[in-house]
């Protein structure tokens, strides 16, 4: 066993100074407690199976593992520490909680006091960030080897010389999830706490098990240090570019769970920089993570090869359904949860690029959505004011649900397309990316992958070849070229023709199964809904965002 204790004293070498730390700053009992740090993948693995009930590798050599009762983020749970450091930037409310310091520290206590309990615990030292001007060092510390092999995956890893050199971390997180926050102490409303503190640096998980917690806590992280440090605007988003060294054309998706963000990003055409989260600084784009996260639940080799062939020995696969005599995975059973999961290395991907970092800034801003309402045109041009007004918005719709009479499309919204992660207020985001937008002359799409002919029951999703032949064409420079024409209420402009998509279905009032009276009506209850939605970030929006919205008479 790869056990620090097991290693030369020598003070100058970094498993030592890491212990010593670790007492020093935490008061871990490097004496009792034995501390594996930057452990291997097979002995991760091993571990993994050993000592953690349900962990077992499935058939193509993937770690399946258990996160327990919570199989998703507890947004709820979620809180900042109010200090005098950070407190006038952080946009305070629903998302952001405020958690007075000395609960922290008692929260913290609680979490050093579980890990001291353990007979062992694993420290992984990581980056946050591939450009070194930017990136953060980020130490985890955690009981399970599923965390650390998960986290391992999640960041960037580090090269034995970087290793060597690596020094104190700039932020670290400590997961005890396995052990409940006391749900009495003061700010606390059940036993899941999952705190940041910007002033200490430190992360501290309590009652739940869900790794994403800690990728998350690491994306809301930068989504502070970024801004407003250096200036750098912080991401949610895939992003990919061309491979032709001469045309360096980079582009950037948002979008919601279910808009096709990570399948229309995904392109063999194009390398991959990244699935999920990125960075715009002065230099480009570059990705905050070392790999990728990816929904399994439908997963087959046909729809997504990519991920399919990603699960892998090193890869962590949570939460699924498997076949205990074969050990091979049904991504179709959600009988555990919907949100089954697999974290993998991103080189992994056949088409990464790595280093993730882009050769240019970006050409193509491309905001997704899946309209189920079936009234926003499938591509449309967006001017500058346009493209902040539906990223403050970051709109899609979820599908009627099985539930008795409820029988209509729900439009969701999520700020800057990724609301839980937010640290600013969403207008400090936009500003910079219309900024940069404008700098470097990169052009916006809104891009509709959903229905078209009537809404969800009526007409039809969008075919997938039509959403990949748009962004071909936005790539193409085809769009960009291409005659306009109004639609109005939303005041968009759409085009006229895109090769390889019908004509007809570019404007949705064309392909309208039902009435006249009904598509205006329909029209008008969305753009209600993005009005109504808007309001509350009125104060600190510039009258031309608000105007770029839609209009009602």
């Avoid at 990603?310 to 939460?319: D, K, M, Q, T």
């Avoid at 449309?380 to 899609?396: D, P, R, V, W």
């Amino acid at each position: 066993m790869y056990s620090l204790k097991s290693l030369s004293q020598s003070s100058t070498l970094p498993h030592t100074r890491v212990e010593e730390e670790l007492h020093e700053n935490a008061h871990i009992d490097y004496d009792r407690v034995a501390i594996q740090w930057n452990p291997s993948v097979a002995q991760l693995y091993e571990d993994a199976l050993k000592y953690e009930s349900g962990s077992v590798i499935s058939s193509t050599g993937a770690l399946v593992t258990a996160s327990g009762l919570k199989t998703g983020r507890s947004p709820k749970d979620k809180r900042i520490v109010e200090e005098s450091g950070s407190s006038d930037d952080i946009w305070w409310g629903p998302v952001n909680t405020k958690l007075p310091e000395h609960v922290f520290l008692i929260n913290r206590e609680r979490a050093v006091d579980y890990l001291n309990t353990r007979k062992r615990i694993y420290v992984f030292d990581g980056f946050a960030g591939w450009d070194p001007k930017y990136r953060i060092k980020v130490r985890v510390v955690s009981a399970r080897a599923y965390h650390a092999l998960f986290m391992r995956n999640m960041l960037i890893r580090p090269t034995p010389t970087e290793l060597e050199s690596y020094g104190s971390p700039d932020f670290t997180i400590y997961n005890a999830g396995a052990f409940p926050a006391n749900r009495y102490t003061t700010g606390m409303t059940s036993t899941t706490s999952v705190a940041i503190n910007f002033h200490m640096n430190e992360m501290v998980i309590l009652g739940t098990e869900y790794a994403g917690e800690m990728k998350k806590g690491i994306f809301s992280v930068m989504h502070h240090h970024m801004p407003v440090k250096y200036n750098v605007l912080s991401l949610h988003s895939s992003a990919n570019e061309s491979p032709d060294p001469n045309k360096r054309d980079v582009s950037i998706f948002f979008g919601l769970s279910g808009t096709g963000k990570t399948t229309l990003s995904a392109d063999p055409k194009r390398l991959l920089i990244g699935d999920d989260e990125h960075c715009w600084s002065d230099d480009g784009i570059f990705n905050i993570e070392g790999g990728c996260y990816a929904k399994c639940i439908g997963l087959s080799s046909e729809k997504e090869p990519e991920i399919f062939n990603a699960i892998r020995f090193g890869s962590v696969l949570e939460n699924v359904v498997y076949d205990p005599h074969t050990r091979e995975v049904n991504y179709d059973d959600s009988s555990v949860t919907e949100n089954t999961r697999c974290a993998y290395p991103i080189e992994f991907i056949p088409n990464a690029k790595v280093p993730c970092i882009s050769s240019g800034h970006p050409t193509n801003i491309i905001l997704l959505t899946c309209d189920a309402y079936g009234v926003l045109p499938p591509v449309s041009k967006l001017s500058s004011s346009q493209a902040m007004y539906h990223f403050i918005s970051g709109y899609t719709a979820k599908i009627a649900g099985t539930e008795e009479g409820v029988t209509e499309p729900e439009a969701t919204f999520s700020a800057c397309f990724g609301q839980p992660f937010l640290v600013l207020h969403p207008a400090r985001y936009a500003k910079m990316l219309a900024d940069k937008m404008e700098h470097h002359a990169a052009d916006a799409w809104l891009v509709n992958t959903g229905w078209n002919g009537g809404a969800y029951g009526v007409g039809e999703r969008i075919k997938l070849k039509y959403s990949r032949a748009i962004i071909d064409a936005i790539h193409s420079s085809e769009l960009k070229n291409a005659e306009y024409e109004n639609y109005g209420v939303f005041n968009l402009q759409i085009p006229k023709s895109c090769s390889g998509v019908p004509t007809e279905i570019l404007n949705p009032k064309k392909t309208w199964k039902g009435s006249e009276d009904d598509f205006a009506k329909t029209r008008g209850k969305l753009a209600q809904q993005f009005i109504e939605n808007f309001k509350k970030y009125q104060d600190r929006t510039v009258p031309e965002v608000i105007a770029a919205g839609p209009t009602l008479e």
